[in-house]
């Protein structure tokens, strides 16, 4: 699976962004501060050495984070050299996206979803009883452009949080959570519908997000929405 087209992949990396980032040589080290793999691993951004691995490696030790690359699944050069210098594969994550159109046909329900920035507190605590941690939300914060956070609600509660901001013609959809007890009833699709016409009033024509190739329960969910794979990527580490 090649990388996805420039637009999209200009918007994978502004829509999710680490604190702070260092440039050794090819590579690109991402500062951030817990937040995960995403904001943390370097990624090339242009021919890369050993040498600059090693001076990625030091960056990342100065931050206190684990080497860790992200890479493109048609990188096959620098993946070779990966492999050659220890680093293994984990976590193949797709890339997915649909004309925006696919998901403005039908409005959520009323009280379903909210696009709103900033986030309310109850959303917060949704992120939070899943992986989406403060030091994960606090990447929210830091992106610059149109952005909002969704509210999903059923049964007349609030029960899923997620977030979507704009780059280009590309909105993307990050940190979508539903509580367990509300899962497998719709909501996430009808988060999505309302990211969709939030991003559809502000000029997009597309809409994304990343899903874990293990992940076979959403990647059905997006595929039955009409997404489809638009790239692919893994991380490595040593």
């Known amino acids: 699976?090649?990388?996805?087209d420039a637009d999209l992949e200009a918007a994978f990396e502004a829509t999710w962004v680490p604190a702070?980032?260092?440039?050794?040589g090819g590579l690109l080290v991402g500062r951030g501060l817990g937040a995960g793999g995403r904001v943390s691993a370097a990624r090339g951004i242009g021919p890369w050495t050993a040498g600059d691995l090693a001076a990625a490696e030091a960056q990342h030790?100065?931050?206190?984070?684990?080497?860790?690359?992200?890479?493109?699944?048609?990188e096959a050069g620098p993946k070779a050299d990966l492999r050659a210098?220890?680093?293994?594969?984990?976590?193949?994550?797709l890339v997915m996206e649909a004309?925006?159109?696919?998901?403005?046909?039908?409005?959520?329900?009323?009280?379903?979803a909210f696009a709103i920035w900033p986030p309310?507190?109850?959303?917060?605590?949704?992120?939070?009883?899943?992986?989406?941690?403060?030091?994960?939300?606090?990447?929210?914060?830091?992106?610059?452009?149109?952005?909002?956070?969704?509210?999903?609600?059923?049964?007349?509660?609030?029960?899923?949080?997620?977030?979507?901001?704009?780059?280009g013609p590309v909105a993307m959809i990050h940190a979508l959570e539903v509580l367990p007890a509300f899962r497998r009833q719709g909501l996430a699709g009808w988060m999505m519908r309302q990211a969709a016409f939030w991003a559809g009033d502000l000029g997009v024509t597309r809409i994304a997000l990343?899903?874990?190739?293990?992940?076979?329960?959403?990647?059905?969910?997006?595929?039955?929405?009409?997404?489809?794979?638009?790239?692919?990527?893994?991380?490595?580490?040593?």
């Open 1 to 4: 699976m090649a990388r996805p």
């Open 20 to 24: 702070e980032t260092r440039r050794c």
């Open 61 to 74: 030790a100065v931050w206190g984070q684990p080497p860790l690359v992200r890479a493109w699944d048609d």
């Open 85 to 93: 210098q220890g680093y293994v594969i984990e976590n193949p994550t």
């Open 99 to 112: 004309p925006l159109a696919l998901l403005t046909d039908r409005r959520p329900p009323p009280v379903t």
């Open 120 to 167: 309310l507190a109850i959303q917060r605590r949704i992120w939070e009883a899943g992986s989406i941690t403060p030091a994960r939300q606090a990447v929210m914060d830091r992106v610059t452009g149109p952005k909002a956070a969704l509210l999903g609600r059923l049964r007349d509660r609030a029960a899923g949080a997620g977030f979507v901001a704009i780059h």
């Open 210 to 238: 990343a899903v874990s190739q293990g992940n076979a329960a959403a990647r059905a969910t997006y595929a039955a929405m009409g997404f489809t794979v638009a790239g692919s990527y893994a991380y490595y580490r040593r």
